[in-house]
């Protein structure tokens, strides 16, 4: 079967801060493009991609679900991705596989803090994307100060090509700066001229878009010095290739529960976003989007159900097809494919082949965990994994009944492969099994998915925070000697070691090695082994065992037998050694910290002050919007816990909060 290239494909993400209606953009396209013949609401419960029961009665994302549908001859796969904190790692792997985006921003509350982490992780993986401000018909909704927002807050050159037709309850439509005419939703779409009183504003905000866009792109700045002017076709090329580049955002607005401006939308993904075949070679830059090459594939999520194991993949060059035989490359294990699935949330539709560009799921590997590359066996390469963010919170699991012990253990197994940002390990000291993941609510989801799909009974204990230790005043000229005689082979090492703090970490796992010894009286090869060894006592720390971070190490001196010195001696030696300087030190715990972000009416704002004051916060931040209070500040995570039900009896029902991870502060009593 002879396949080609489709340039006439976007995979794109939906990204957004939680409830700035992700779900709810995604449900419109689906139903505009016909892939499905009822519209689904939040509120209601009846969302496509938002399929799990978890979901729909909490009312958010939890899973990244991958749809397809169709506009204007273009196939469109689209994930909608969660907005909450605690599942960003979801956001991580989709963005990693996707080449495009549309960031949603609620046209009341502008940039929020989760839409300002997704929106870093997109510049991470260099994944260009459109903004569109949604809620364009609530009460204080402002396109101007949503982009000035996005400008300030992200620090993208934003260029609205929108201009709202009616305000608040009044907004009707918008007017397309790029082709100068209006769109109304009254009784449906109709196309029209600029109403008469938005003329001149129309041509006032064209004119400055014609002039953001000819600084920033050569042949429009050639045409525009030329002619004074952009025509259509040169501001809409401009626009596409500043995109794909990354250096500006188009911006649009409407309102998707209204069902208005959700077509230009479609029509911007399709004009402005990147095919498959716009992004760069992957595998070292070897590897295009050429259905023809040999197979490269990343695997990024994976379904483990008990009625079927699904991975999905996204396939960068080459062609699948069932019955092909792959290699994974993180294993060194050969798979078979057995089906190759086009996947609507839940729902499956087998095709006959996926290739370059193609998003699908595969049922056969047994073994495939999310960031595996799959590859032709004789032509192998590895694509570089998302990398699973660290685990803040933990607490314990164990079976009510004794006899569903084995059940737990391969329900926990399960949740991790489907899920590599939760960790699943045996306390050494009680013996309990501990399970960690990224905050209070992604537990709370995981245990909740035992309960319910695996049908266990399961008993948790109070959650706990994942602390830190480090230095705050060091050693110098540490010695230690590692000799060891028990016939035969020796062992042998002898090293001197300084550690100090390391200056400006924030509690990640940062550490700093170094040697200054000269004369070859260590070799190389030591060195490094030493290194590992100072690693290896990093695990565990002298005030409670937690990770060790932010410390610098330095290897002064040392000393080798010509017979008995080994990189096992020096590694040994350098464990030892720092273990030994680190309880000679000055130690801190270092705790984890989020910034909070509370909205509540304004006669509520005292009563969460004095609150966020009991759990040890530092308010950085308070404003005024609409009548309502938002707060910012720095609390320790250890003081969340149990905060949404202190924050609605404090406000009869009306704060809502959100956090993000705010890296490790020194604990404080």
Known sequence: MRVFPNPLVRNLGILAHVDAGKTTVTERILFLTGAVHKQGEVHDGTTVTDFDPQERERGITISAAAVSCSWADHRLALIDTPGHVDFSDEVERALRVLDGAVAVFDAVAGVEPQSETVWRQADRHGVPRIAFVNKMDRAGADLDAAVASIRSRLGAVALPVQLPVGREDGFRGVVDLVRMRAYVWDDGLAETDVPAGLRDEAVRRRRALEEAVAELHPDALEEFCAD??????????????????????????????????????????????????????????????????????????????????????????????????????????????????????????????????????????????????????????????????????????????????????????????????????????????????????????????????????????????????????????????HVKQDGGAGQFAHVVIDVRPLEGHDGEEEFAFASTVTGGRVPQEYVRAVEAGCRDALAEGPLGGHPVTGVRVTLTDGATHPKDSSEMAFRTAGRAALREALRASAMTLLEPVAEVTVTVPAESVGAVLGDLAARRGRVTDSQVRGGTSVVTATVPLAELFGYATRLRGRTQGRGTFTTRPAGYETLTA
């Open 228 to 481: 004074d002017t952009l025509s259509d076709g040169t501001l809409a090329r401009a626009l596409r290739a500043l995109t794909l580049a990354g250096t500006a955002v188009v911006v649009l607005c409407g309102s998707a529960y209204r069902d208005r401006g959700m077509e230009p939308l479609l029509d911007a993904i399709v004009a402005y976003l990147p095919a498959p075949t716009d992004r760069p070679p992957v595998g070292g830059g070897e590897r295009a989007a050429d259905p023809h090459a040999p197979l490269v594939a990343l695997a990024f999520k994976v379904n483990a159900a008990p009625t079927g194991r699904m991975t999905y993949l996204r396939v960068y060059a080459g062609a699948l097809t069932k019955g092909d035989t792959v290699l994974d490359t993180a294993t060194g294990r050969t798979e078979r494919i057995s089906r190759v699935l086009r996947v609507q949330a839940d729902r499956t539709a087998e095709v006959s082949v996926a290739v370059a560009g193609d998003i699908v799921a595969v049922v056969g590997p047994k073994t495939v965990r999310a960031g595996a590359t799959l590859c032709v066996p004789d032509v192998p390469v590895v694509l570089e994994p998302p990398v699973p963010a660290a685990p803040v919170v933990s607490m314990a699991v164990e079976a009510r009944r004794s006899t569903d012990t084995g059940r737990l253990a391969t329900g926990l197994a399960r949740l991790v492969e489907e899920d590599p940002s939760l960790v699943v390990r045996t306390d050494p000291e009680t013996g309990q099994t501990v399970l960690s993941g990224l905050g209070e609510l992604h537990l709370e989801v995981a245990v909740e998915r035992l309960r319910r799909d695996r049908d266990l009974e399961v008993t948790v204990g109070r959650p706990q925070v994942a602390y830190r230790e480090t230095v705050v005043r060091g050693v110098t000229g540490l010695l230690h000697r």
